[in-house]
T-cell receptor
Framework: DAGVIQSPRHEVTEMGQEVTLRCKPI?????LFWYRQTMMRGLELLIY????????DSGMPEDRFSAKMPNASFSTLKIQPSEPRDSAVYFC??????????????FGSGTRLTVV | AQSVTQPDIHITVSEGASLELRCNYS??????LFWYVQSPGQGLQLLLK??????LVQGIKGFEAEFKRSQSSFNLRKPSVHWSDAAEYFC???????????FGKGTKLSVIP
């Protein structure tokens, strides 16, 4: 099992550019989560999906952020246009469906985004 | 609001010494609780989880945690710390929605030889 795979590991972009972060969850996992980690705010849930359907996007900071999950094996988080305050580490995590097993899900290694 | 709190931002221990990292929770009912570890430049790895039953939970890497309802705590312990345990540790509990986690601010552990 390769775990949750995120790409790229590092991204440096200029303010105003579009940024796309990618995530491949663990095969068979039905939940997918996008978190953001900053020094100031810690770990924040941005959005999560169940069976490819967005369930709660209340954590998405503003309309510049969007996330999609076109199929069970792929999700993207897009920021357009990017701003310096978006600089953070973005984590994707996935978990199996239902019951206690769904908790304590598996995190990817993260994408460190720097917007200059 | 339902949450978990980690009162210690940074802890330093000597290699071989015992370790206890604190986590307090504020939930009405007995919550699910978790401890994660994050090594530098890495994602979060689940150390252990508590759902119900035995209040002493064993995890990976020699860690354990004890759920104490009377103290609203779920502290992480290890009897003898290794240099490789230096990392940041996060306590987590249920968030607002199904299978959402809310994390504490983390405790950074430094290990000195």
């Amino acid at each position: 099992d390769a775990g949750v795979i995120q790409s790229p590991r590092h991204e440096v972009t200029e303010m105003g550019q579009e940024v796309t972060l990618r995530c491949k969850p663990i095969s068979g996992h039905d939940y997918l989560f996008w978190y953001r980690q900053t020094m100031m705010r810690g770990l924040e849930l941005l959005i999560y999906f169940n069976n490819n359907v967005p369930i709660d996007d209340s954590g998405m900071p503003e309309d510049r952020f969007s996330a999609k999950m076109p199929n069970a094996s792929f999700s993207t988080l897009k920021i357009q246009p990017s701003e310096p305050r978006d600089s953070a580490v973005y984590f994707c995590a996935s978990g199996p469906q239902g019951g206690q097993g769904a908790w304590g899900y598996t995190f990817g290694s993260g994408t460190r985004l720097t917007v200059v | 609001a339902q949450s978990v709190t980690q009162p210690d931002i940074h802890i330093t221990v000597s290699e071989g010494a015992s370790l206890e990292l604190r986590c307090n929770y504020s939930y009405g009912a007995t919550p699910y609780l978790f401890w994660y570890v994050q090594s530098p430049g890495q994602g979060l790895q689940l150390l252990l989880k508590y759902f119900s039953g035995d209040t002493l939970v064993q995890g990976i890497k020699g860690f354990e945690a004890e759920f104490k309802r009377s103290q609203s705590s779920f502290n992480l312990r290890k009897p003898s710390v290794h240099w490789s345990d230096a990392a940041e540790y996060f306590c987590a509990g249920p968030g607002a929605g199904s299978y959402q986690l809310t994390f504490g601010k983390g405790t950074k552990l430094s290990v000195i030889p």
